[in-house]
C-alpha cells in the first residue's frame, strides 16, 4: 500500500530540499564502497596489527576478503541498567558470526551517560554534547576499515542517535542495532511521581524518596517508562534499523539472546561479499525519516528527538526542519498512551500488541511508507509482527493480533486517542520552541498568564522552597540553551510545576533548555530558539510580561507591543559557573561551535541541516 498523499506530499519536500545534500552523500558512499573492507589491499603491517589477537584460521580467513568480518560497537558499561546486559553481547555475537561462517571483532566502544543519574547536576551540562563525542568515538573504532557491516549496541537519550550519525557517516557499510530491552516493570511510574511530589512539598523524607525510585528503577533494562530511550529503540525498529520484533523484549531471556544471535547472522548476510549488500547510507532515505518521525507522533515519543532526528538525517544528507515535523503531527494520530502520557510502562505497551500491532495500524491507513528498504529486506510490512521463542530456541514472528490487548494502552487507528500527534511545534514573536501535547489534558493546553522569569531551574525551585510562587504565572528559565550550558535537560522542574498545578494554579514552563521523553502533565515549551544567549526574544522577557502559549494553534507570544519590546536590552547571564568542573571545561569548544536546536544543535556544523532552514 502506498502512503497518503499528505505523507507523500510533506516526503516529496523534503526529497526536493535534500536533493544537493543527498545527491553529494550518495556519490561519497559509492565511492567509499569500492574501497572498503578490502584486506587484500592493506599492507602487511596494517593486516598483522589488524588480525593479531585472532586465532591461526580466522588470520587466513581475514588476510582476504573470503568471510565477512563484523565490526561491533559497544555502549556497555556495568554503572548504567540500561547498557549493563551488553557486556555479554561480544561473546554472543562472535559465537554467532562463526557458525554463520563470518568473523566479528569488537571495533570500539562509546561512552553512555545517564541523564537520570545526572539530571539537575553539573553533569547534565555534557548530556547532549554525548551525542557527538558517541558518533565521533564511534567512528574511530570503525576508522581502521577492517570490517564488512558493523552491529551498534545501544539504548540510551544520546546513544542511539550518536551511532546513527556515525553508521550513516560509514554508510558504505551495512548496519544492524541490536538493543538490550527493558526492565521489567517495578513500583508503577505514576506511584513514583507521588511520592517525589510529596518530597518536593516536604511531605515525605529521603528516604522514602529513595526507596521508591529504588523499586522502579530495580534491575537491567531501560527505564520503563516512555522517554527517549525507548523512543529511541521504537525509532531503530519503525526505520528498519532492528530486526522485525526486537526493541522491547526483556534483558536476560532467552528470546532476548536469540534476536541478538538472529541480528548477528543477518548483519553478515547483508555484505557485500554476498546477494543482498544493504548499506545504511542507500538504506536510510527520506521514507524512513519520515517513519521516524511518524512513530514518534504515533506514539507520543521524546521531545529529544525534535533535535536529534534532524541531526541524524542530516548525516545522511537529508534535510528535514520543525515545519515538518509540525506538518507530519498534523496528520498522525495519537494511539499509545505510555507514561507520562498514560499510567501504562512500555512492557503493558508491548504486551497489548506492541509495535507490530501499532505498524501494521498505521500500514493500513497509509500513515507510513511501505516501500522502504531494511535490513530484514523490502518493505516494512514484514515488522507488523511479534517475535517469540521457538521450540528450536531460535527467533519465530506470528502477524500481530488483530485487536489491541488493551485499549486504554494501545488503541486501533479508528479510536485513536486524539487525531493529531503527541508533539507540536510553537511559533511566535518569541521564536520557535516544541510542546509535548500528549501528556498535558486538553483544557491545559493554552494559557496566557504573566512570566516569572529565572535564569536557572535552581532558581525557580528557590523560589518555590520560599513560597513566592504564587497564583497563576508561566516560568520562563533561560539561557539553558545549547550555546549557553549544553542544554541540560531540566526535569526537576516537572515535579515542582506539577505540584502547583495540583493545588490549582494554572502554570506553564517557557524555555531555551530541554524537558526530554519526560515531559508531563505540564504545558512546556521547550528548544525556544534563538536562544537567550544568542540574543533571543526569550532574553528580553521581564517579570509581569503577560505571555500567551496556544498549543491547539501551535503559537507563543509576548503580549507586549512590538515596538516596545525589540528596544528592549537584552539580559545578560553570568555563565562562568557553567564553564568548569564536572569536565565541562573540556568542551567550551562544543558550546562556540553547536548549532541551534532546530538545525539538530551539532557541534559538526551540518550544511544540510544549515540548508535546510535557508
Known sequence: MTARRDIETITECIRQRSRPGREAYLGRIAEASHRTANRA???????????AVCSPSEKAALGGDRVPNLGIITSYNDMLSAHQPFETYPALIKDAAREAGGIAQVAGGVPAMCDGVTQGQPGMELSLFSRDVIA???????????????????????????????????????????????????????????????????????????????????GPGTCTFYGTANSNQMLMEIMGLHTPGASFVNPGTPLRDALTREATKRALAITALGNAYTPVGRMIDERSIVNGIVGLHATGGSTNHTIHLIAMAAAAGIAITWQDISDLSEAVPLLARVYPNGLADVNHFHAAGGLGFLIRELLDEGILHEDVQTVWGEGLRPYAVEAKLGADGGVVREASPRESGDEKVLAPFKKAFQPTG???????????????????????????APAKVFDSQQGLNEAFKAGSLTGDFIAVIRFQGPKANGMPELHKLTTVLGVLQDRGQH????????????????????????????????????????????????????????????????????????????????????RQMVGRADHGASAFGNDVAEFALQ
Do not use: W
Open 136 to 218: 565521533m568515538a564511534a567512528a574511530i573504532g570503525l576508522s581502521h576499515n577492517m570490517f564488512d557491516a558493523a552491529v551498534y549496541l545501544g539504548v540510551c537519550d544520546k546513544i542511539v542517535p550518536g551511532l546513527v550519525i556515525a553508521a550513516l557517516t560509514f554508510g558504505h557499510l551495512p548496519a544492524v542495532f541490536i538493543p538490550a530491552g527493558p526492565m521489567t516493570t517495578g513500583l508503577p511510574n505514576d506511584e513514583k511521581a507521588k511520592v517525589r511530589q510529596l518530597y518536593a512539598e516536604g511531605k515525605a523524607g529521603r528516604a522514602e524518596l529513595l526507596e521508591a525510585e529504588s523499586k522502579s528503577y530495580h
Open 422 to 448: 503527541g508533539l507540536k511545534m510553537l511559533s511566535g514573536n518569541l521564536g520557535h520552541a516544541v510542546i509535548k501535547t500528549s501528556a498535558v489534558k486538553p483544557e491545559r493546553r493554552i494559557i496566557e
Open 507 to 590: 502554570v506553564a514552563l517557557v524555555t531555551d533548555g530541554r524537558m526530554s521523553g519526560a515531559s508531563g502533565k505540564v504545558p512546556a515549551a521547550i528548544h525556544v530558539t534563538p536562544e537567550a544567549v544568542e540574543d533571543g526574544p526569550i532574553a528580553r522577557i521581564h517579570d509581569g510580561d503577560i505571555i500567551r502559549l496556544d498549543a491547539d494553534t501551535g503559537t507563543l507570544e509576548v503580549l507586549v507591543p512590538a515596538g516596545d519590546f525589540a528596544l528592549r536590552r537584552a539580559a545578560d547571564s553570568d555563565l562562568v559557573g557553567n564553564e568548569f568542573g564536572f569536565g565541562r571545561e573540556l568542551f567550551a569548544g562544543f
Open 41 to 51: 589491499a592493506l599492507s602487511c603491517g596494517n593486516l598483522a596489527h589488524g588480525f
